[in-house]
């Protein structure tokens, strides 16, 4: 059965105990696909023994192109279900594998009925995204492809999470003005807060070793409406790039103790946080694939949105729910530069 220690780092008890009850626990051949790029997935997969190959379409061509293999522990099927968009890759088995198959819709009702196992579970799914998103990236870098412009965060965010929320984050975050050339988050070193970029622009920089010495390249920017420090935030871990401010920029920080401490409290705050999060690195990933030419089986180009340019303004037509999130970026832009003056 499931290994909490080993596998998992939010689930609890009574999470699995749920799962069980609900999931069916299958042995399954070498060389099943379990999740085909493309095409409508209805239940997720946990591995408790056995490997799993992860391909994805190059081009306009049927040919597969292996991006990861996943073991005891690992989840399947998730991005899905998060967003509810076709899968971006297929799934097969690579040897025998003990699997729990869960139904997506039993989840979902489960998500729906259980605020506290709805902030549990997307916590989860939020932890295994950004530690794929780090492979990912790590795996375009190694192929001479380094990641693009990011999507504006926080539309995303904005648009799940509530006005309570917001303004809590207004109140009790940071305003902090920053001088070009500040080092917002140092790699390799912990982060202190989760930041959003109200005004400016970031510089993103990753130190790499070329022909035997250490030399800092800027692999993209990120404009107002950007969040930086949420992944360390979500894995518990160091920075992957530095985050130096490229212009002389305004920036919310909410500090990671402050943020875990109105997580535990507010159930509902947490579901919609991890939620917003989880959606965010699932777009990353189906996004940093597709631009580069993965995945095409699943997605036209159309279905992506084109480069944004970097403005002080955020365009109001650019996602789903804009509207609404642009709205609530704009007030909060305001009520932050209003307390900001005194």
Known sequence: MLDQEIAFKVLQPQDFAFIRQTATQKIVPA???????????????????????????QGNSNQLV??????????????????????????????????????????QLKVERDPDFAA??????????????????????QSKILPGQSLRKVLYLFAVLNDNDIDWMTTYGRKEKLVKGTTLIQQGEPVEAVYFLVKGAFAVVI??????????????????????????????????????????????????????EKLQHDRGFATRFYRSLSIVLV????????????????????QFLDNVEYEDEIPLDVLELTLLAGTRFKWMINRLQGNSRG
């Open 31 to 57: 060389d099943t696909v379990l999740i085909e790029e493309g095409k409508v997935a209805e239940f997720l997969y946990i591995v408790l023994d056995g490997t799993l190959q992860v391909s994805i379409s």
């Open 66 to 107: 292996e991006i990861a293999r996943l073991s005891q522990g690992e989840i399947v099927g998730e991005m899905s279900f998060i967003d509810n968009r076709p899968p971006s890759a297929t799934v097969k088995t690579v040897n025998s594998c003990q699997l729990l198959v869960i139904p997506q819709q039993k989840l």
């Open 120 to 141: 549990r579970l997307y916590h989860e799914f939020a932890i295994k995204l950004s530690n794929r998103l780090r492979n990912l990236s790590s795996l375009l870098a």
């Open 207 to 260: 130190s790499l070793t070329v022909d035997g010495q250490i030399t800092e390249r800027e692999i993209a920017r990120r404009a107002s409406g950007e969040i930086v420090g949420e992944m360390s935030f979500v894995e518990i871990g160091v920075a992957s790039a530095t985050i130096r401010c490229a212009e002389n920029s305004f920036v919310l920080a909410i500090p990671q103790d402050l943020l875990r």
């Open 283 to 302: 777009d990353r990933l189906r996004d940093d694939l597709v631009r580069r030419g993965f995945g095409t089986q699943a997605y036209n180009q159309e």
